[in-house]
């Protein structure tokens, strides 16, 4: 896949404080790009100067092959942008806005079409004020991709969403990754990385400390797999100890933890044991590490505090 | 064009769902046209055989033109830029000079609107007549409806947060409706207070305007009004030029 949005040394400071401090990306076309980071880490910043609303301090950005500093204006039609507040006019139709933003492109989707992509054809008649918080979200969509943009910047999407809200948009950007988009977004909920992003880049301080593809970062950093489970029986122990792939084992009690890189071997072994050797088990539970483990062992602190 | 042409037909829509900017440039001046029509009707001046309700109406217009000037403008200006909606619009192709423009053209259309809606009340409820060239009123309304939208994205540019909006322009719109001799004539104030008025836009605005409309005055007679609320206008755009934010 070739480079749709290339990033150099990027780096933006306010008075005293450097927000953004060295920042390379390389962003192929018809991936999900996840920045992930705390609160001030320098996501927004980022994607702000990638988006045009901010002028680095230095550094270079490309999009789409064009140099920000010399065509911002062709940048402005080939990308859609959701800010983390988007705020239009109050006393306006969903559908209204959908056609006024449309009618600032060169070239743009129908507004039924726009409509159907974030579910809000029943909403279409409705003035913007009215809208649930979810449904605002979903209508900052709809404005960020009127124009059909190649790269969509999504600056927290879902932050303040109730669940289902959330699911509804993560459903609508996989939807937009399928149709070919590119898409950077940014996010402080590691579970939101983990489901849509198929590289994340992790910001702290305003440098990014790790960039890899989703998967192999929690691998990289945490390559095991923890598996809890509770047996009464006696020779529990000696049973689960001689499994293959098992590099400890942990007791207490009745509860034991596997740790395993090979996890799926050793619960299709766990299974053969209780049939042949009637063991029984109890409640198992299996954890993947996440990328708040990666976060953890990278920073030392938590991403939320 | 295109653009702009979009832009005015947004605004004026925009416009006229705000409830608070129809009650300012529309219910407000009708109500006070009708109320001090009603009142003074056909009482007399002592000037020349003029009637009140003959000064009233260039008065009310003025206080009109300053309703969509500094109410309607400044407010919902400094409004949607707290709401960061002009930031969002940054980001689309659309030129700031397109938003700025529609939004020019929309009050200087209400404006219009405004004082034709004032003429009818006046000339058919209270039998009003301009006397004068109806071409140098028109002149010198815009020249006041553009002196005031000037004054209002100045206001807009100097006011830093969305909430203190509308009490500063309720301020500067009051200060200036009592004594820039609209319901009171400034020749009753006290000498300090006369000296003030004799700053204020609204003042010579209301004199030119009537001095036009009902005294049939010439340019010859009124330019020395007018240049005063050219001053207004030119300073009040340089202050809109120099402290504009769009966020």
Redo the contacts between chains.
Sequence with gaps: MSTVVEVKDLVKRYGDLTAVNGVSLSIDGGEIFGILGPNGAGKTTTVEMIEGLRKPDSGSIRVCGIDSARGAEKIKQLVGVQLQSTSIYERIKVEEAIELFGSYYHKSHSTSRVLDEVSLHDKADSFVETLSGGQKQRLALALAIVNDPQVLILDEPTTGLDPQARRNVWGIVLRLKEEGKTIILTTHYMEEAERLCDRVGIMDHGRIIALDATRRLIEEVTPESAIELTSPDEGAEEILGRITGVSKLGRDGDEFILHTREAWSVIKELTRLCDEKKLSIESVSMRKTTLEDVFLSLTGRKLRE | MK?LI?QVK?ET??FF??RDDLFWTLAFPVFFMLLFGAIYGNMGWEEGGMRVVDYLLPAIIVMALMTTGIMATATGFAE?RG???Y??L?????KRHDIIGGQIINRYLIILAQALILILIGTLAFKVSIVGNYLLFWGVLSLGGFCFLALGFALASVIRSAKSATPVCMIVFFVMMFLGGIFFSTSIMPEYLQRFSNILPATHLNNALRMVAVEGRGVNEVWRELLIVIGWFAGCLGLSVKFFRWE
């Excluded at chain 2, 940054?90 to 659309?94: A, F, N, R, V």
């Design positions: 653009t979009g947004l829509r925009l769902r705000r949607e709401k960061g909606v930031r969002r940054s980001l689309t192709p659309l």
